[in-house]
């Protein structure tokens, strides 16, 4: 029930295109989904983050998209680029919980 | 300007060895993890501490002895290592609570941990 399930494991795109990265999860109390971004040799860093109570939420060029009634969450970038090649993490805890459960992660690389 | 510290960033040493990273936070926060980031990438929760008290420890080995000596240090001593310790291990703070800005968990920048 802690789990969250990430896919894909990895994901090629060209420059401009949308990779969308999915996650789902089973425990309902979790009511916090962030997004976090890895470069190698760097700490996670959030990316963007969104809480039950809206079903999108829109900074830049990175979009989720979030489904309350399915568990479920996505990652979009659009207009990606080779800078944006990096493993992306979803995650999801809840308010006094201590503790945020990551997903597996999603080595992307996008093609110059 | 460092909001997540860690020290040592690489560390090799030889099994059964004993030794210790720190981490300091300048955020603020309330709240201190420890997270062990395999070759796979996966990252998983080890301990996370609030105001200086033990909250979560994920079922790891007594080898393992987190301390804080207060809300914004947070050390991990591992007492005779093993292979399967190598990894990256990242410190963590976050400030718990709810409303906007809470929750978001600020990195340390990694330890690489090789035992030999």
């Known amino acids: 029930q802690q789990q969250v399930k990430q896919s894909p494991q990895s994901l090629i795109v060209q420059k401009g295109g949308i990779p969308i990265i999915n996650c789902a999860y089973e425990?309902?109390?979790?009511?916090?989904f962030p997004w976090y971004q890895q470069f190698p040799g760097k700490g996670p860093a959030l990316l963007i983050a969104?809480?039950?109570?809206?079903s999108e939420k829109k900074e830049g060029r990175f979009t989720i998209s979030f489904n309350k009634s399915a568990k479920q969450f996505s990652l979009h970038i659009m207009d990606s680029q080779p800078g944006d090649s990096a493993t992306y993490f979803c995650?999801?805890?809840?308010?006094?919980?201590?503790?945020?459960?990551f997903g597996a992660g999603t080595r992307l690389f996008v093609k110059a | 300007d460092t909001a997540v510290s860690q020290t040592p960033k690489y560390l090799v040493t030889q099994m059964g060895n004993d030794k210790s990273i720190k981490c300091e936070q300048n955020?603020?926060?309330?709240?201190m993890y420890w997270y062990k980031q395999d070759s796979k990438k996966f990252l998983k929760i080890m301990f996370s501490?609030?105001?200086?008290?033990?909250?979560i420890n994920e079922t790891v080995p007594n080898r393992f002895s987190p301390k804080s000596p207060d809300k914004a240090h947070l050390n991990l001593h591992i007492n005779s290592l093993e292979l399967g310790d190598s990894a990256v291990y990242f410190c963590?703070?976050?400030?718990?609570?709810?409303?906007?800005?809470?929750?978001?968990?600020?990195f340390g920048p990694g330890t690489r941990l090789t035992v030999l």
């Open positions: 963590a703070s976050s400030q718990e609570g709810a409303g906007p800005g809470v929750n978001e968990q600020f």
């Open positions: 425990n309902t109390a979790f009511d916090y």
């Open positions: 969104i809480r039950p109570d809206v």
């Open positions: 995650a999801a805890s809840s308010t006094g919980g201590f503790k945020t459960i």
């Open positions: 955020l603020g926060h309330d709240t």
């Open positions: 501490y609030n105001n200086k008290e033990l909250i």
